[in-house]
């Protein structure tokens, strides 16, 4: 049943290029969900390791929320599995979901309320959570010094904070965010942005879902991209952006440079982009032989740098648009 373009495996690298944690904190295998003749969710392989903040990316309809709903065990996979911190969820749910925390969507807030006394209200329904609990959740979100003002009085990026907060009251492991930054102005994502980082170097692994592409790129490790319900790259952010072994060269004759390179075996694909940089294959493959190619022809490259594409871009090319049915 699977379709869609082959998942493309790559090194398991961080986005500093640092080696990932061995320690798997989530793995769904060959998940799935249908809906009648719809395939929601199709054999869907992912790993987030300790410390990942994983973004989930994918347009409208490809499956997100499905699979986030899963993971959270709200609703039952047509076939596939899942594994939180090596244990199946299917035969452990009372075991690993409180190893979960998640916002999904807009948080339900007593708005009347401080923000602290909403979290001592959550953590009243899961049994008592500590004062200091409450302190320390507080810190790390960065509402310790609006904690006794009313919910009502807080930013729209304030009152997001106070939801992650109150997933991360009973000290997950994972935690879920559907879309965090959602409606959230420039100061409100930067804020979100550092709040993932402490996260992360708290030791918590972040699930991130998210369409908003340039957003993931500045806060993820790692993403996978999926588009109908299908994973169609798992990759580091850097590896998606990073053109095929060409360089980017800025120079003052671009249209002399490349009548000269496409004259050559390893030039053919050489072009102009749209920002009028020169794009090109280097001899050998090394930036420093296409540098001394163009100087010994008598054209001095202002800059050169290994090609990036356009995210934007790349994110369209992978996920074309569809409906998902079954045919
Ligand atoms: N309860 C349901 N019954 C039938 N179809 C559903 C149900 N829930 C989701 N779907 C369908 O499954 C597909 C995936 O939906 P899902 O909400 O998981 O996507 P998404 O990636 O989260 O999208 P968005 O970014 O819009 O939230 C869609 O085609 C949706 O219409």
Redesign the pocket.
Known sequence: MAYGPPVVPETQRSHAGLSRSNEVVLRTNNLS?Q??Q????NNLSLEIHKGDIFGFL????????????MILGL?TPTAGSIEILGKELAHHRSQVLPRVGALIETPALYLYMSGRDNLRAVGSVLGGVSNKRIDEVLELVGLAGRQKDRVRTYSLGMKQRLGIAIALLQDPDLVIL??PANGLDPAGIVEMRDLMHRLSSEGKSVLI?S?LLTEVQQICTRVAI?SL?SLVRETTIENLVRGEGEFSVRLENAPAALQLIQKESWGKGAHIDEDGALVTAAPGGQGRNLNLYLVQAGLIPDTLTPATKDLEKIFLELTNSG??DIK
């Not at 994918?58 to 709903?69: C, D, H, L, V, Y």
């Open positions: 969900k809906y009648k719809r395939m929601a969710v994918g347009p409208n309809g490809a499956g997100k929320t499905t699979t986030i709903r609703i559907d879309e879902s369409h999926i319900g409906s998902g």
